[in-house]
Each structure stands twice: as structure tokens, then as C-alpha cells.
């Protein structure tokens, strides 16, 4: 089955840095890449998502790139807030026949310093 | 257009009894996914089911978990003689047909004293 790994598991920004966390992912059918925030305590919210033919998704201080030759894609957030702090995830899904479960990475808790 | 709502969002019990948990999907969402957090990891798939059939119970333990999703009324999410180990925070998320977003409820924390 699928196998996503993600890096760092901790992030520490001064608030205007650039974030960046990495994923990769085993299984060459996935084709849907989202990115989830979770704030403590709350429900896991999707800020950005990508499909297998799109090489780079970008959304105001949210960009994602997909590197599907190396099955590994990344997270980017410029202009860092401290309303950005919180866990990410990355997922992988393949939207074959069946539209199945997604395999989310550990998780990155992300700390952004005013 | 109300998200998908879980309850209840906390739940304790003692070893041995039963935990239900309910998700009600987004309006019409037909696919509801069961996934678990453990403390500080990351979520981990349970079970996918549409109206009355599992699709895909790969993730759920074989012992005492059971899943359903009736044609009428919310997901559940049975647990039977829970343990210790089975205290974490149960996410449920529901799928529109044809679309590719899952869209998270607000969860239901278990914690089996």
C-alpha cells in the first residue's frame, strides 16, 4: 500500500520567513496531493491541493510542487504569520476507480516567532 | 450548507463498554470516511463507506470495530469492550460522488479510563 513520509516533523520560523515541508510517497498511482491544516484541538482543514498533471499549484502565500519522477512533493508558505502556526499534513490518493482513503504523512508542527 | 458534524465530540468510558460514534456527511456528500489520530501522530484511514456498503475496511481492526452507513440517519462508528489503547480523537470525513475533496468533521475525542 501507500506509504507517505514527511520532513521536518518540526518548524520553527521568525514571522516573514518562507516554511517549506517535504513529502514523499511510495505508490507511482497516486495522483492527488492535498495539504491539510490542523489547528489544536480542531478539525483537519484542506489549504491547497494538486493532481499528478499539474507541476506546481499556487494559492496568494500557499504554493505546492509535485516532482512526480521522484514521488515527492513540497509545501511552501512565504510571508509566515503567526496565525500560521499549527500541525500540516501532507496526503496522497489515488483517484482510481474507487475515489479511496487518503495516507496522510506524520504530520509538521509548524511555529512561526512574532 | 452545515459541515459534517460528529458527536459527540467527547466521550469517556471504562475498559470493557461501548463506544458509538456518530458523522453525519455534508449535504449531499455520499461517502463518508473513518479515520483515527493517536496523540501526536498523524491521521490514519479506518473505513470508507457509502449508502449501506463498506467500500474499503482495510484500516479497521478486525476485532471489535463495526461500521455502517444506513440509507437513512448518520454514519456509526461501533466499538465494542473498548481498551485503553483505543483512546484517541475519531475523525470522520465525507466526499461528494465524483469530486475529490474530503471535507473533515470536527471530530469526537474517546478517552477509556
Known amino acids: 500500500g501507500e506509504n507517505v513520509e514527511q520532513h521536518p516533523s518540526t518548524l520553527s520560523v521568525q514571522e516573514g520567513d518562507s516554511a517549506v515541508i517535504k513529502c514523499t510517497y511510495s505508490?507511482?498511482?497516486?495522483?492527488?496531493f492535498p495539504w491539510y491544516k490542523q489547528e489544536l484541538g480542531k478539525r483537519p482543514q484542506l489549504i491547497i491541493d494538486?493532481?499528478?498533471?499539474?507541476g506546481e499549484k499556487k494559492d496568494q502565500r500557499i504554493a505546492v510542487t509535485l516532482n512526480k519522477t521522484a514521488k515527492h512533493f513540497s509545501l511552501h508558505i512565504t510571508e509566515t504569520q503567526p496565525e500560521d502556526s499549527a500541525v500540516y499534513f501532507c496526503?496522497?490518493?489515488?483517484?482510481?476507480?474507487?475515489?479511496?482513503?487518503?495516507?496522510f504523512g506524520q504530520g509538521t508542527i509548524l511555529t512561526v516567532h512574532p | 450548507n452545515a459541515g459534517v458534524m460528529q458527536n459527540p465530540r467527547h466521550l469517556v468510558r471504562r475498559r470493557g463498554q461501548e463506544a458509538r460514534l456518530r458523522c453525519s456527511p455534508m449535504?449531499?456528500?455520499?461517502?463518508v470516511y473513518w479515520y483515527r489520530q493517536l496523540p501526536e501522530e498523524g491521521l490514519k484511514f479506518m473505513v470508507y463507506?457509502?449508502?449501506?456498503?463498506?467500500?474499503?475496511e482495510s484500516g479497521m481492526p478486525k476485532e471489535r470495530f463495526s461500521a455502517e452507513f444506513p440509507k437513512e440517519g448518520p454514519s456509526i462508528l461501533r466499538i465494542q469492550q473498548v481498551v485503553r489503547g483505543d483512546s484517541a480523537a475519531y475523525f470522520c470525513?465525507?466526499?461528494?460522488?465524483?469530486?475529490?475533496?474530503?471535507?473533515f468533521g470536527p471530530g469526537t475525542r474517546l478517552l477509556v479510563l
Open positions: 494538486i493532481r499528478s498533471n499539474v
Open positions: 496526503a496522497a490518493r489515488n483517484l482510481g476507480t474507487s475515489y479511496g482513503k487518503l495516507t
Open positions: 470525513a465525507s466526499q461528494r460522488q465524483g469530486e475529490e475533496t474530503q471535507y
Open positions: 505508490d507511482s498511482a497516486s495522483n492527488y
Open positions: 449535504k449531499g456528500h455520499s461517502h
Open positions: 463507506l457509502q449508502k449501506e456498503n463498506i467500500i474499503d
